[in-house]
Nanobody, 125 residues
């Protein structure tokens, strides 16, 4: 059974940093697209950063240069390093996975069939 468990969320002041982790079990993360999505109140869930099975990353324009996605296949863990956080980054962040080999991954949430429970990130000014 595939399980994704996020950790690392919290409250931080604008300009600060947080590192999210997503521990995966029940499958081998090296064969999956894995990504971070976020959902703010009243808004649709959106892709933030996604990493393909070959390590190719994709970032939303709003986080380019500030966020870094990475994964440790040996630990089956996905990370999101978030620097220079802004108030508009506040949201519930979700880890998601989709079995798909290669260098391309969908950037919308619909195709992803495994989700974590979410972790709250709150950025205050």
């Amino acid at each position: 059974q595939v399980q994704l468990v996020e950790s690392g969320g919290g409250s931080v002041q604008a300009g600060g940093s947080l590192r999210l982790s997503c521990a995966a079990s029940g499958y081998t993360s090296s064969s999956y697209c894995m990504g971070w999505f976020r959902q703010a109140p009243g808004k649709q869930r959106e892709g933030v950063a996604i990493i393909a099975s070959d390590g190719s990353p994709w970032y939303a324009d709003s986080v380019k240069g500030r966020f870094t996605i990475s994964k440790d296949n040996a630990k089956n863990t996905l990370y999101l390093q978030m620097n220079s956080l802004k108030r508009e980054d506040s949201a519930v962040f979700y880890c998601a996975a989709l079995i798909l080999l290669g260098s391309w991954c969908p950037i919308g949430p619909t195709p992803y069939d495994h989700w974590g429970q979410g972790t709250q990130v709150t950025v205050s000014s």
